[in-house]
Each structure stands twice: as structure tokens, then as C-alpha cells.
């Protein structure tokens, strides 16, 4: 059974930084991409970021480029979003997401999400 475990939300203030991370089991990651969407409430899911299945090629937002990270690492089975520079924009539910295919519009397998709350 494949699952995605999002961890490493909470509050932070302005300015400050948080990393994100996505455990995931059941055998996909060594071949799956990996992307990075938040929700904040009462807007759409917006992807943030997404990192190809051999970790080589990175996309991002507009809204994050330069200040987030996404990386992944093969022996934990683990995908990271690292957040710098956070602003209180960037306030939202967090989740990780999985697709053979990269296809973002419906990926294959998502996680549960975890709150991230910029706030001073």
C-alpha cells in the first residue's frame, strides 16, 4: 500500500525558515516524481514545486522561486521542501504528492497534508 507522510509544518515567524518533509512507502519512489502543493483557505491548490524521479530536474512557482528547495533522497525514501524567507503569503496546508507520469493535474498518490503558519 503506498504512502505519502508529510511532517515538519508548524509556526514560524516572518523571515524565517522551515524544511518540509514526505516519507513515502510502498515501493514508488525510486521511479515516481515528486511535487510539492499547498492550499491556503479559500484559494486553489497550488503547486509549488516538483522534482523529476532522478532528482536532476527541479520546477518551481514564480511565488517561491529562489526562496524554496525541493530535493529528494533515495535511501529514506523521503522528499524535502526546503522554505526560506517565509512571508505570511505563504501560510497554507502543505501536501506532498506522486506521479509515474509527472502529471500534475491528477497525481497518482497524494499525502495528508501538514499546516505551515507564518505569523508573528
Known amino acids: 500500500q503506498v504512502q505519502l507522510v508529510e511532517s515538519g509544518g508548524g509556526l514560524v515567524q516572518p523571515g524565517g525558515s522551515l524544511t518540509l518533509s514526505c516519507e513515502v512507502s510502498?515501493?514508488?519512489?525510486?521511479?515516481?516524481?515528486m511535487a510539492w502543493f499547498r492550499q491556503a483557505p479559500g484559494k486553489q491548490r497550488e503547486r509549488v514545486a516538483a522534482?523529476?524521479?532522478?532528482?536532476?530536474?527541479?520546477a518551481y512557482a514564480d511565488s517561491v522561486k529562489g526562496r524554496f528547495t525541493i530535493s529528494r533522497e533515495g535511501a529514506k525514501n523521503t522528499v524535502y521542501l526546503q522554505m526560506n524567507s517565509l512571508n505570511v503569503d505563504d501560510t497554507a496546508v502543505y501536501y506532498c504528492?506522486?506521479?509515474?507520469?509527472?502529471?500534475?493535474?491528477?497525481?497518482?498518490?497524494w499525502g495528508r497534508g501538514t499546516q505551515v503558519t507564518v505569523s508573528s
Open positions: 510502498g515501493g514508488i519512489f525510486s521511479n515516481h516524481a
Open positions: 504528492a506522486a506521479d509515474f507520469y509527472s502529471e500534475w493535474a491528477s497525481p497518482a498518490y
Open positions: 522534482i523529476n524521479w532522478r532528482g536532476t530536474d527541479t
